[in-house]
């Protein structure tokens, strides 16, 4: 017993598990879908639709073919009914004549310039009842049958003038879609020339940067010089001419000169 239940749960777990493994499948398989369907460029999207529009025309054209053998089906049926009209017609004017001649008559009676026996004109007449009746049942469904092929017609005919001006709507639709793919591939290129221009202002911050440090530099070294932190050695090579160094010597050896003899005469 218990056992028949272990296997009841364990069936059922397995079940479950298969059909969220389904699921998870066909989640991924959407997901894919939706993934490749947004890697297409919308000019090859562009292209498949305004294939599909194309093919509007061929079905327009099968309709066509239809329409043709249903026009013609009508107007042999059309023709047929005006045929059982005028025979529907012409029979009643039989039985009018013929009934019109049998009346009071007890041996031979005239028909269309025929002598006939009352009894022969009398089955004439019968035949022509009958055959009067059996054409108007004929024409009666013949009648039916052409008014619905004439509103299936007409029906066929509004739905491939609609299919027609929607396939003209579409392809007006694939035009703006040309259009606006070209505009945003316009705003894309704008869009490029755009980050080059900030590169360009970046490339120019940076030279001014370069500049203001080479000023920053360029002061703090006079300052340094103003406040007598240059060294000699950048003064003998930056500041003073050979001349100027010899003349500060010969002044310095002057100098010295005066300060000996000075301390001699004391």
């Known amino acids: 017993m218990f056992k028949k239940m272990a296997i009841a749960v364990l069936a059922i777990g397995v079940g479950f598990l298969v059909l969220s493994r389904f ?9 894919g879908k939706h993934w490749v369907a947004k890697q297409v460029p919308p000019e090859v999207k562009l292209k498949e639709i305004r294939r599909e529009v194309d093919r509007i025309d061929n079905e327009i ?4 073919s239809t329409l043709a053998k249903m026009e013609v089906e009508t107007n042999m049926l059309n023709e047929e ?3 059982l009209r005028d025979r529907q017609q012409k029979l009643r004017g039989d039985i009018s004549a013929m009934n019109h001649s049998l009346e009071g008559q007890t041996a031979k009676v005239s028909f269309k310039g025929n002598d006939y026996r009352i009894s022969e004109l009398s089955n004439k007449l019968d035949m022509a009842v009958v055959d009067y009746k059996n054409t108007k049942d004929r024409l009666k469904s013949k009648e039916a049958l052409l008014a619905d092929k004439k509103r299936t017609l007409e029906a066929a005919h509004t739905r491939v003038s609609s299919m027609r001006n ?3 709507e579409l392809r007006t639709l694939v035009a703006k879609l040309e259009t606006q793919i070209e505009v945003v591939k316009q705003k894309q290129l704008e869009s490029h020339v755009n980050l080059d221009d900030s590169q360009v202002s970046r490339c120019r911050q940076m030279i001014h940067d370069l500049e203001v440090r080479l000023r920053e530099q360029e002061k703090e070294a006079q300052l340094m010089a103003d406040y007598g932190y240059r060294t000699p050695e950048s ?3 930056h500041d003073r001419t050979p001349d100027e160094v010899r003349k500060a010597a010969q002044e310095v050896l002057a100098d010295e000169e005066e300060h000996h003899v000075a301390k001699g005469e004391k």
Do not use: F, G, M
Request: glycine content about 0%.
């Open 23 to 31: 699921s998870l499948v066909r989640v991924l398989w959407n997901d």
């Open 61 to 64: 054209q099968k309709t066509i």
């Open 81 to 83: 009914v005006v045929a």
């Open 166 to 168: 929607q396939k003209e």
């Open 235 to 237: 003064k003998l090579t």
